[in-house]
């Protein structure tokens, strides 16, 4: 066995648009018995990872299931595509190295690096690469679970983050005072947004009623946190569209606690304080799920504490087996199970 990789493991939980009687994970045991590996392929026209076009496919390979447990590798190709290659032997008198194609041996095909997942009913944990991250697994299983007819068409899933038990606790206790916030509003024009929605938006014309309208016109970290906090009638009013086509708009946010608590007995205070700053936490994190780095976010409490974007997400680093760079499946499912029954059985995790 080759030396091991240190990945970062990113827990999700599911959440569902409308109430559910079925886990992520019967659900995800229901669609992988009902397609066989030759008609899960997803086809998608969506910009690829390297921002060229053209013709992918995402489909779930190496399903398992053991321990109560379900596995998967989601995978990641594009049919008849050529890998370059480079000559690091320059020619006599030249100055630079020969690139060629290389192409795929007969009857294979060339795949991204992939990414690797464990479910225990309504849990998930991640092993992300830079071709495929949460934001694809989350695409790709509605979609599968929808051909598979194990899900309703109205019904639509999210991958969403959750708060760490300690964190939330620490919130009961200190209260948010203020929230401060300095990201980009528009990341994506409307045309770029257009062509990711049009590719991957859920073809449900009951879920794109539900789905805020600030979503149809313009992509951005900035309209994500603003998603988090203001109704859609609100949105709506801001008038994305116009500002789309704005360039360096940045969203600076602060909201701030004013106003004196009512009286209450300390555990009622605490108790219904908890739940407040929780579900505004809960709302925010919600939006900014696909987001990578969320440490433009900034949260004062009282007493003077701080908390950062990374403390809102569970997260760890595991070192897993590889050869030749690549990570061993089984290690990895193992690795992700452990952490995961970990965070279950330390109550880091508490979904509400």
């Known amino acids: 066995m080759g030396k091991k990789i240190q990945k970062q493991l990113f827990y999700k939980h599911a959440q569902f648009l409308t109430p559910e009687q079925q886990t992520l994970q019967v659900m995800f045991t229901k669609a ?12 998608s026209s969506s910009v690829t990872p390297t921002g060229t076009g053209g013709a992918w496919v995402r489909l779930v390979n190496s399903p398992r299931h053991y321990a109560d447990f379900s596995f998967g590798v989601l995978v990641l190709y594009s049919p008849g595509i050529h890998h370059m290659v480079i000559n690091l032997a320059a020619a006599e008198g030249k100055d630079e190295l020969d690139v060629s194609k290389f192409p795929p041996p007969t009857g294979k095909q060339f795949m991204e690096t992939p990414l690797y997942f464990a479910i225990k009913d309504n849990h998930i944990v991640l092993i992300q690469s830079k071709a495929l991250r949460a934001p694809d697994l989350e695409r790709h299983l509605n979609w599968l679970f929808e051909i598979a007819g194990v899900m309703e068409p109205e019904q639509h899933i999210v991958l969403s983050d959750a708060i760490p038990q300690s ?13 401060q916030i300095g990201v980009p509003l528009v990341e994506q024009s409307t045309a770029q947004a257009a062509t990711v929605l ?3 938006a859920p073809t ?40 789309a086509q704005a360039h360096d708009i940045e969203v600076n946010v602060e909201i701030r606690v004013v106003g004196r608590r009512k009286k209450a007995s300390k555990d009622e205070q605490i108790r219904e304080q908890g739940e407040s700053e929780n579900r505004l936490m809960g709302a925010l994190m919600r939006e900014l799920r696909n987001v990578e780095d969320v440490d433009f976010l900034h949260i004062e409490t009282e007493g003077g504490g701080h908390l950062h974007g990374g403390e809102l997400r569970v997260q760890v680093e595991k070192g897993i087996d590889s050869s030749e760079g690549v990570l061993d499946t089984s290690h990895a499912f193992e690795v992700m199970r452990k952490w995961l029954v970990d965070l279950i059985g330390q109550h880091t995790i508490e979904l509400d």
Not at 172 to 177: D, H, I, N
Not at 209 to 225: C, E, H, M
């Open 204 to 243: 449900s014309l009951a879920i794109k009623d539900k789905v805020a309208s600030v979503s149809k016109v313009a992509l951005g970290k900035g309209i994500d946190v603003l998603k988090g906090f203001l109704a859609p009638k609100a949105l709506e009013a801001l008038k994305f569209d116009d500002l």
């Open 198 to 200: 049009s590719a991957d």
């Open 167 to 179: 964190t939330r606790k620490r919130l009961e206790k200190e209260p948010v005072r203020k929230i």
């Open 32 to 43: 992988i018995s009902a397609v066989p590996i030759a008609q899960r392929g997803e086809s």
